[in-house]
């Protein structure tokens, strides 16, 4: 048969405890999740940059809809301004 049964793994697991101790497991343990949490960040970190540089590089704006009105009004009363 093959694979590793579960006793073997409770043996390997027992030997590099003995081994190496539950303190300096436990740093690695910490050492190496700190490492992977700091990898994501700066995963997304970059992915957030990307969208910024992306959205700079549009031609337009993206306005509300009260926007679009206010500005609507400004056209007007510089036309009418013109005008007189």
Known sequence: MGG????????IAVIVVLLFGTKKLGSIGSDLGASIKGFKKAMSDDD?????????????????????????????KRHDKEQV
């Open 4 to 11: 590793i049964s579960i006793w073997q793994l409770l043996i």
């Open 48 to 76: 957030k940059q990307d969208k910024d540089k992306s959205a700079e590089d549009a031609d337009f704006t993206a306005k509300s809809l009260a926007d679009k009105q206010e500005d609507a009004k400004k056209d007007e």
